[in-house]
């Protein structure tokens, strides 16, 4: 049974803000097996649910006293395809999947189709000039440099709608909030924790 030491504390959390604890080591995770990893095709469907606020399951992280950073328990696979295409830097890449430029194995990127009613899709080599790279919402520059390259094939009044719906795309990405409980108590005990929780039926409601 649990010494009754674990207490855990539940906050929200932008994908922003776990990114950047991902890549300056403040949020610490072993790599996911290639098998498993998320792919690109999977990761645009999961931005479209990003996108409207379908919300993602809770992250538990759990904290060690003796080291700085957060250890995460829950969430994994989705936190490994978020650094993945959406990684600000080649170091957080790095750190995931042992990869010094940052690429996915598969050598696709995500975008979000500009003018196109929300809709994401996985594409290798050259993209259409309407294509938002997920990527590019991650960091000013990068987001301004494409806004740059739409604006040499675009005429005037599509660039200041495309680059509106391109802004607005981004902050919803980049502020979307989810639920973060950590804890802190040793490995052993929060072990068991998990497998009490596993015990309940949480979110089985019967038909009526």
Known sequence: MT??????V????????LINQVETGRLLF???EESSAISATEMAVACRLLEVGYPLPPI???M????????????????DGLVRYFARTAAASAQMVGRPTGQPNDEEDVYRVLGDK???VSLSGQAPPEYLPVRAMWRTGDFLAYIRGLKMTVDEQTLVRLRSEAESVAQRLRTFRVTVTTF???ADELTELAALAEQIPWGCDKKR
């Open 3 to 8: 010494n009754g030491t674990a207490h855990g």
């Open 10 to 17: 539940s906050t929200l959390a932008t994908l922003d803000q």
């Open 30 to 32: 072993s790599p996911v």
């Open 60 to 62: 538990i992280l759990r």
């Open 64 to 79: 060690q006293p003796t080291q700085d950073g957060a250890h995460l328990i829950t969430g994994r696979r989705i936190l």
């Open 118 to 120: 929300g809709r994401y």
């Open 184 to 186: 802190w108590c040793d």
